[in-house]
Protein backbone atom coordinates (compact mmCIF):
# COMPACT_ATOMS: atom_id res chain seq x y z
CA UNK A 1 0.00 0.00 0.00
CA UNK A 2 3.09 1.98 0.13
CA UNK A 3 4.11 2.08 -3.16
CA UNK A 4 0.21 3.17 -4.46
CA UNK A 5 0.17 5.92 -6.29
CA UNK A 6 -1.53 9.06 -5.12
CA UNK A 7 -4.66 8.72 -7.07
CA UNK A 8 -5.03 5.11 -5.82
CA UNK A 9 -5.45 6.74 -2.24
CA UNK A 10 -7.82 9.14 -3.43
CA UNK A 11 -9.90 6.30 -4.83
CA UNK A 12 -9.41 4.37 -1.53
CA UNK A 13 -10.73 7.57 0.48
CA UNK A 14 -13.56 7.87 -1.86
CA UNK A 15 -14.61 4.26 -1.40
CA UNK A 16 -14.70 4.80 2.67
CA UNK A 17 -16.28 8.30 2.25
CA UNK A 18 -19.32 6.47 0.14
CA UNK A 19 -19.20 3.62 2.62
CA UNK A 20 -19.42 5.81 5.33
CA UNK A 21 -22.13 8.75 3.47
CA UNK A 22 -24.59 5.14 2.42
CA UNK A 23 -24.00 3.12 5.70
CA UNK A 24 -23.79 5.55 8.48
CA UNK A 25 -24.54 8.77 7.55
CA UNK A 26 -27.89 8.58 4.86
CA UNK A 27 -29.84 6.54 7.24
CA UNK A 28 -28.83 8.83 10.09
CA UNK A 29 -30.03 11.86 7.88
CA UNK A 30 -33.41 9.84 7.72
CA UNK A 31 -33.78 8.78 10.82
CA UNK A 32 -32.87 12.78 11.79
CA UNK A 33 -35.96 13.81 9.41
CA UNK A 34 -38.37 11.55 10.86
CA UNK A 35 -37.60 12.36 14.30
CA UNK A 36 -37.97 16.44 13.30
CA UNK A 37 -41.15 15.42 11.51
CA UNK A 38 -42.30 13.94 14.41
CA UNK A 39 -41.24 16.90 16.90
CA UNK A 40 -43.50 19.04 14.44
CA UNK A 41 -46.39 16.59 14.63
CA UNK A 42 -46.24 16.44 18.43
CA UNK A 43 -45.48 20.32 18.72
CA UNK A 44 -48.90 21.19 16.79
CA UNK A 45 -50.50 18.47 19.15
CA UNK A 46 -49.47 20.00 22.03
CA UNK A 47 -50.35 23.70 20.83
CA UNK A 48 -53.85 22.09 19.82
CA UNK A 49 -53.82 20.09 23.53
CA UNK A 50 -53.58 23.55 25.07
CA UNK A 51 -56.22 25.35 22.74
CA UNK A 52 -58.34 22.56 23.82
CA UNK A 53 -57.42 22.56 27.93
CA UNK A 54 -57.73 26.47 27.76
CA UNK A 55 -61.68 25.81 26.10
CA UNK A 56 -61.76 22.98 28.90
CA UNK A 57 -60.99 25.45 31.28
CA UNK A 58 -63.72 28.29 30.00
CA UNK A 59 -66.29 25.19 29.84
CA UNK A 60 -65.58 24.54 33.65
CA UNK A 61 -65.75 28.26 34.48
CA UNK A 62 -68.95 28.69 32.98
CA UNK A 63 -70.67 25.25 34.56
CA UNK A 64 -69.66 26.39 37.78
CA UNK A 65 -70.84 29.60 37.43
CA UNK A 66 -74.15 28.18 35.48
CA UNK A 67 -74.31 25.69 38.86
CA UNK A 68 -74.46 28.53 40.84
CA UNK A 69 -77.30 30.63 39.24
CA UNK A 70 -78.60 26.76 39.39
CA UNK A 71 -78.53 26.84 43.00
CA UNK A 72 -79.64 30.11 43.38
CA UNK A 73 -82.56 29.88 40.95
CA UNK A 74 -83.66 26.78 42.62
CA UNK A 75 -84.32 28.67 45.93
CA UNK A 76 -86.71 31.21 43.72
CA UNK A 77 -88.15 28.49 42.22
CA UNK A 78 -87.79 25.21 44.13
CA UNK A 79 -88.51 21.84 42.57
CA UNK A 80 -90.71 20.77 45.35
CA UNK A 81 -93.61 22.05 47.29
CA UNK A 82 -92.40 22.54 50.93
CA UNK A 83 -95.82 23.27 52.27
CA UNK A 84 -95.35 23.21 55.83
CA UNK A 85 -92.22 26.06 55.34
CA UNK A 86 -94.40 28.11 53.29
CA UNK A 87 -97.42 28.30 55.42
CA UNK A 88 -94.60 29.15 58.68
CA UNK A 89 -93.05 31.80 56.50
CA UNK A 90 -96.13 33.37 54.94
CA UNK A 91 -98.08 33.25 58.40
CA UNK A 92 -94.48 34.66 60.08
CA UNK A 93 -94.96 37.64 57.45
CA UNK A 94 -98.58 38.19 58.81
CA UNK A 95 -97.44 38.21 62.31
CA UNK A 96 -94.92 40.93 61.50
CA UNK A 97 -96.89 43.13 59.49
CA UNK A 98 -99.46 42.52 61.96
CA UNK A 99 -102.24 41.20 59.73
CA UNK A 100 -104.42 38.06 60.70
CA UNK A 101 -104.81 35.43 58.46
CA UNK A 102 -108.60 33.90 58.48
CA UNK A 103 -107.84 31.49 55.90
CA UNK A 104 -105.19 29.80 53.65
CA UNK A 105 -106.15 27.02 51.29
CA UNK A 106 -104.38 25.25 49.22
CA UNK A 107 -105.80 25.82 45.29
CA UNK A 108 -104.19 22.89 43.44
CA UNK A 109 -101.37 23.38 41.06
CA UNK A 110 -101.50 24.14 37.61
CA UNK A 111 -98.49 22.15 35.36
CA UNK A 112 -97.14 23.47 32.25
CA UNK A 113 -94.45 22.13 30.32
CA UNK A 114 -91.22 22.77 32.93
CA UNK A 115 -92.82 23.87 35.86
CA UNK A 116 -96.29 24.12 37.70
CA UNK A 117 -98.11 27.21 39.27
CA UNK A 118 -99.22 26.15 42.81
CA UNK A 119 -101.93 28.21 44.05
CA UNK A 120 -102.67 29.52 47.61
CA UNK A 121 -105.99 31.21 48.56
CA UNK A 122 -105.73 33.92 51.27
CA UNK A 123 -107.94 35.97 53.59
CA UNK A 124 -106.70 38.29 55.48
CA UNK A 125 -107.67 41.58 57.77
CA UNK A 126 -105.69 43.97 58.90
CA UNK A 127 -105.17 47.65 57.77
CA UNK A 128 -104.28 49.09 54.26
CA UNK A 129 -100.69 50.54 56.20
CA UNK A 130 -99.97 46.57 57.41
CA UNK A 131 -100.91 45.07 54.32
CA UNK A 132 -98.56 47.48 52.19
CA UNK A 133 -96.02 46.05 54.77
CA UNK A 134 -96.74 42.41 54.16
CA UNK A 135 -96.54 42.60 50.20
CA UNK A 136 -92.69 44.45 50.53
CA UNK A 137 -91.78 41.38 53.35
CA UNK A 138 -93.40 38.84 50.37
CA UNK A 139 -91.42 40.94 47.92
CA UNK A 140 -88.11 39.94 49.63
CA UNK A 141 -89.27 36.78 50.07
CA UNK A 142 -86.51 34.08 48.97
CA UNK A 143 -89.13 32.45 46.87
CA UNK A 144 -91.04 34.27 43.81
CA UNK A 145 -94.81 34.99 44.75
CA UNK A 146 -97.43 36.92 42.63
CA UNK A 147 -100.45 37.81 43.61
CA UNK A 148 -103.58 37.32 41.78
CA UNK A 149 -107.24 38.17 42.28
CA UNK A 150 -106.55 40.68 44.97
CA UNK A 151 -109.59 42.16 46.25
CA UNK A 152 -109.97 44.80 49.33
CA UNK A 153 -113.23 45.28 51.55
CA UNK A 154 -113.62 47.35 54.54
CA UNK A 155 -114.59 45.97 57.47
CA UNK A 156 -118.24 46.91 58.51
CA UNK A 157 -116.95 46.39 62.67
CA UNK A 158 -113.86 48.64 62.53
CA UNK A 159 -111.04 48.41 64.82
CA UNK A 160 -107.66 50.29 64.71
CA UNK A 161 -105.41 47.31 63.64
CA UNK A 162 -108.46 46.21 61.11
CA UNK A 163 -110.47 47.91 58.87
CA UNK A 164 -110.19 45.76 55.96
CA UNK A 165 -110.61 42.51 54.77
CA UNK A 166 -108.49 41.41 51.70
CA UNK A 167 -108.84 38.12 49.34
CA UNK A 168 -105.90 37.27 47.08
CA UNK A 169 -104.38 34.85 45.37
CA UNK A 170 -100.92 34.09 45.72
CA UNK A 171 -99.43 32.50 42.98
CA UNK A 172 -95.94 30.81 43.67
CA UNK A 173 -93.87 28.02 41.05
CA UNK A 174 -92.08 24.92 41.04
CA UNK A 175 -90.03 23.63 38.91
CA UNK A 176 -90.15 20.04 36.91
CA UNK A 177 -87.16 18.19 35.40
CA UNK A 178 -88.32 15.66 34.06
CA UNK A 179 -86.47 12.16 34.13
CA UNK A 180 -85.70 9.97 31.29
CA UNK A 181 -88.79 7.21 32.68
CA UNK A 182 -90.89 10.07 32.75
CA UNK A 183 -90.38 11.32 29.29
CA UNK A 184 -90.86 7.44 28.06
CA UNK A 185 -94.15 6.95 29.91
CA UNK A 186 -95.35 10.53 28.62
CA UNK A 187 -94.09 9.39 25.05
CA UNK A 188 -95.87 5.37 24.76
CA UNK A 189 -94.98 5.56 20.86
CA UNK A 190 -91.49 6.47 21.49
CA UNK A 191 -89.65 2.80 21.92
CA UNK A 192 -86.98 2.02 24.71
CA UNK A 193 -83.65 0.90 24.23
Not at 130 to 157: C, G, M
Request: net charge neutral; aromatic share 12%.
Amino acid sequence: MKNWPWYNYVVLGAIIFALFYFVYYKPKGKELNNIRTERLRIEEEVVKSRAKMKELEKIENELEKMTDTLQELEVVIPQKREVSDIIKRIQQLAYDSRLNITRFADQGEIFKEFYSEWLISLEMTGNYHNLAIFFDHLSHFSRLFNIENFSIKSLTRQAEEATIIVNCIAKTYIFHEETQEEKASNNPGRKRR
